[in-house]
């Protein structure tokens, strides 16, 4: 059973940026897919950015040209770059992999906080 680690979240004032990790103990490329994920409090969980085997990416609208998802084969790890953070940003973010690619596994793992806030 691969290990999924997320780290790299924080508190930062509006129109900032973060970068998000998503570790793994083993191969990333045994994934079809990854993707990140977030929940706010109230809110259901959303997916936010995916990236494939082979380049391919995916976003929501809400974070068009303002997150970028990409990975390092290398570390087995999955990034997710945010800039011009808003306060609608604000949820815990997990990463995973997609249902569409038989990926997505049923545990979550407890995910990084993002707190966008003056």
């Known amino acids: 059973q691969v290990q999924l680690v997320e780290s790299g979240g924080g508190l930062v004032q509006p129109g900032g940026s973060l970068r998000l990790s998503c570790a793994a103990s083993?191969?990333?490329?045994?994934?079809?897919?990854m993707g990140w994920y977030r929940q706010a409090p109230g809110n259901q969980r959303e997916l936010v950015a995916s990236?494939?085997?082979?380049?391919?990416?995916n976003y929501a609208d809400s974070v068009k040209g303002r997150f970028t998802i990409f990975r390092d084969n290398s570390k087995n790890t999955v990034y997710l770059q945010m800039n011009s953070l808003k306060p609608e940003d604000t949820a815990v973010y997990y990463c995973n992999g997609l249902r569409s690619y038989g990926n997505l596994r049923r545990n979550w793992g407890q995910g990084t906080q993002v707190t966008v806030s003056s």
């Open positions: 083993g191969s990333i490329f045994s994934f079809g897919a």
């Open positions: 990236i494939t085997n082979a380049g391919s990416t």
